[in-house]
């Protein structure tokens, strides 16, 4: 996808891909989250949406490395659907997520959520 591509949303919007990395499908997949108006809305929302499940994984006592396989046997991935090279991956960024603590801004997908904001818009 080239950079003018990615500025410019597919039909209905971009799709946020939920994914279970605990479940026995074939694919994992448990919601696709629609209507993102950009990459950038999408892939924040990924990013922080997989941010706040590896925080549900997070002990105090635990080490990076046990945090990372609790949340690969346990947490949620997100894609981008067809946003190829432009769209959030979680595999370059996850091991520094387990050696810090995120805070409440960095986990807060709920706010990016365009369904939240869809409802806001209807009232």
Known sequence: ????????????????????????ADDNVIEEIKGFLTIMQANEFARRYVRDSLEH?????????????????FGEDAVVVDAG?????S?????NWAKFKANAE??????????????????
């Open 57 to 73: 994984c997070r002990a105090n006592d635990l080490a990076a490395a046990e945090i990372i396989t609790r949340w690969m046997t």
């Open 1 to 24: 996808m080239s950079g003018v591509e990615a500025l410019f949303a597919p039909t209905g919007g971009w799709v946020v891909r939920i994914i279970d990395l605990s479940a026995a």
């Open 91 to 95: 595999a370059p960024e996850i091991g």
């Open 85 to 89: 090279e432009g769209g959030f991956l």
């Open 106 to 123: 960095e986990r807060n997908w709920r706010i990016l959520d365009p369904r939240k904001i869809a409802d806001t818009d209807e009232e």
